[in-house]
């Protein structure tokens, strides 16, 4: 089975800086990453997703994250956090199940912004 | 386009009980998944529904269950509620559940178990 270990449980950035999550994969085939977002009281949003075409991947809001085979990494960035950015950040590998595909996410990270 | 929408939003049972959490996909979508979420485990999958038929099961006991009817909706059924069960309880929708697609979504179902 495919899986994704996110290192950090919690992350605190004040606004303007760098976010940098952190997210290594564990596959013994090419990948199809993702990472999602989820706000307090709502589902999750997809950021952004790697599906080999490039290492580096952007998404949503600013994020991109890049694909590093040789650190079996796929760490997610922005630039510059904003207040809005505040919100539990997950990364998932789709792994193959007998008929077809699931998610395997990581524990999650909380990403916490101050001003 | 209207997004996932999961009811009820809230749901409050005691041990024992029965509940049933209904899904609408996204208009088109023929997939749907469903997911538990808890602080302790995170994300895990439940199962998945393709075609009015379960494709794909996650290791969850038996009591955990689910349907699908012809139009896409989805319903899942956990029985004889026990104090564990207590958790957000996310359904998704996509096209086809392939490897590479996007998932929607809904806001999820609180459920807890007293």
């Known amino acids: 089975a495919q899986s994704v270990t996110q290192l950090g449980s919690h992350v605190s950035v004040s606004e303007g800086a760098l976010v940098l999550l952190r997210c290594n994969y564990s596959s013994s085939v090419p990948p199809y990453l993702f990472w999602y977002v989820q706000y307090p009281n709502q589902g999750l949003q997809l950021l952004l997703k790697y599906t080999s075409a490039a290492t580096l991947v952007k998404g949503i809001n600013g994020f991109e994250a890049e694909f590093k085979k040789s650190e079996t990494s796929f760490h997610l960035t922005k630039p510059s956090a904003h207040m809005s950015d505040a919100a539990e950040y997950f990364c998932a590998v789709s792994d193959s199940l007998d008929s077809g595909y699931a998610l395997n996410f990581g524990k999650g990270t909380s990403l916490l912004v101050t001003p | ?114």
């Open chain 2, 1 to 114: 386009k209207a997004g996932v929408t999961q009811t009820p939003r809230y749901l409050i049972k005691t041990r024992g009980q029965q509940v049933t959490l209904s899904c609408s996909p996204i208009s088109g979508h023929r997939s749907v998944s469903w997911y538990q979420q808890t602080p302790g485990q995170g994300l895990q999958f439940l199962f998945e529904y393709f075609s009015e038929t379960q494709r794909n099961k996650g290791n969850f006991p038996g009591r955990f269950s689910g349907r699908q009817f012809s139009n896409s909706r989805s319903e899942m059924n956990v029985s004889t509620l026990e104090l564990g069960d207590s958790a957000l309880y996310l359904c998704a929708s996509s096209f086809t559940g392939g490897k590479n697609e996007k998932l929607f979504f809904g806001s999820g179902t609180q459920l807890s178990v007293l």
